[in-house]
């Protein structure tokens, strides 16, 4: 053990041994926590961590440390209100005897099971979401326009508060590497010598989020025309997984992954093998940067200054305009005042494509 591993695992001051983590949703959020988890697990090898989160996330967790277990829960079955979160308490104080709780998602059920932890003499230690600074930043008149600390610091400031202060000791989910081809094998072929890899995400859940489909597919038309380039587009079901078709039938050497459901390990390998990812300010974004994929991300009703910018991802890949108004929403879930939607419909597809142009060119 080298002596700056060994000063940081000393500082563990109530000498916790089983630390429960928990963060539900979203999936992006999710995402940001990582490099957090990954990095705190490492320098406290230790200290057995436990992740708690929705079934349906657990799979993003790839190559975890040795001393990380990651849980995924129903929570829609059993856990609901006061009796079903005291016997979550109770299922998780069983199996994993933790001695320390953090709750990086703050919301009424980890309230609650954080207050059973105290009840217990449990430590708790609870993300600061800063909220205030947040509506400063977003409101429409008297908007405070200064940047908020990332989400990902907000996550080592809940380490810290249990006495588990977290250096950053990760370097992406396939290390400084990429995914082996062989994990997406059943999406596509190795990548080509010569060939220049684009994904393109422009969903997201918000509408304050969403570049204009029609303009997006101008952007995807032009880079398709390019020479050794291959798309890969990614989105959900329903109406997204129909645009995306359409648009993987129309250009050349373009691939829709539109609810296809291959898995995290598949569709990240491949994301870690793209020149670059265009993407919203959604979980994409996120995702890709965990494989350290450059990634072009295009703000709307959103703004990086809320602190939900992508890990290690380029100031200058971030498209946005300076708009008074921007931004107005943390999530972008709100309707725009102005009914135009300007903040996403006044960037030309030309500014993303030269941008993306600078990766493949």
Request: net charge positive; with cysteine.
């Amino acid at each position: 053990m080298n002596h700056d591993k060994a000063a940081l695992s000393g500082n563990n001051p109530r000498g916790l041994r089983s630390v429960l983590v928990a963060r539900f949703s979203a999936l992006g959020d999710v995402a940001m926590t990582i490099p957090v988890v990954y990095s705190a697990c490492r320098c406290y090898p230790d200290v057995r961590f436990t992740f708690v989160t929705r079934s349906s996330m657990t799979s993003v967790f790839i190559n975890p440390p040795e001393n990380l277990k990651v849980v995924g829960l129903d929570l829609e079955k059993g856990y609901h209100g006061l009796g079903g979160l005291w016997r979550l308490f109770k299922e998780q104080r069983r199996d994993f005897e933790f001695d320390g709780f953090i709750d990086l998602h703050d919301v009424l059920r980890t309230k609650v099971f954080g207050l059973f932890c105290r009840l217990h003499r449990i430590p708790v230690a609870v993300i600061n979401k800063g909220r205030k600074g947040k509506r400063a930043l977003t409101r429409r008149h008297n908007k405070v326009l200064l940047p908020l600390i990332s989400t990902r610091a907000r996550y080592r400031q809940a380490f810290h508060h249990i006495g588990l202060p977290v250096e950053s000791r990760f370097s992406g989910l396939f290390g400084h590497g990429k995914g082996e081809p062989s994990s997406f094998s059943i999406i596509t072929a190795p990548k080509g010598q010569g060939e220049k890899w684009i994904g393109f995400a422009p969903f997201a859940k918000h509408a304050g989020k969403i570049y204009p489909p029609s303009m997006m597919e101008q952007v995807v038309r032009e880079i398709a025309g390019k020479e050794n380039i291959r798309i890969f587009l990614f989105g959900g079901g329903g109406q997204e997984s129909e645009v995306l078709n359409t648009w993987a039938e129309r250009y050349p050497c373009t691939l829709s992954l539109a609810g296809k459901r291959y898995g995290f390990q598949a569709e990240l390998s491949l994301v870690s093998w793209l020149d670059v990812m265009v993407s919203m300010d959604s979980a994409n974004m996120h995702l890709a940067s965990l494989v350290r994929t450059p990634v072009i991300s295009i703000w709307g009703a959103t703004h990086p200054y809320c602190g939900f910018k992508g890990w290690r991802q380029k100031e200058d890949d971030t498209i946005q305009l300076p708009m008074t108004c921007r931004p107005c929403s943390v999530f972008g879930n709100k309707p725009c005042f102005r009914g135009d939607w300007h903040c996403l419909r006044g960037i030309s597809p030309a500014v993303i494509v030269d941008r993306v142009v600078r990766y493949i060119e």
